[in-house]
């Protein structure tokens, strides 16, 4: 994938689930990669900033064309998507 592919895809991606709990995030992307969805978490490096404290969460974002289903997938697993 070229810069401009690649640029393009990431500002098509939508926030999912934010969450600092390390085993959601691990639990909600294996079922998304389950259903064929691709996933990609965002702010894993925080925690160079912060600490490894755990203060900042972690975003799982989908493409946009992916989002209704995953959330469906979230609902069904009874995972809150931590979204305001």
Known sequence: ???GASASYVM???ELLRTNDPTIIAF???LLRSEDIPV???DVNMSVLEGSIGIM???LMVADRDLFIAEAVMRDAEIDLGRD
């Open 40 to 42: 990609f978490e965002f």
């Open 12 to 14: 098509n991606m939508k």
């Open 1 to 3: 994938m070229d810069k």
């Open 28 to 30: 909600a992307t294996a």
């Open 57 to 59: 969460p972690r975003r």
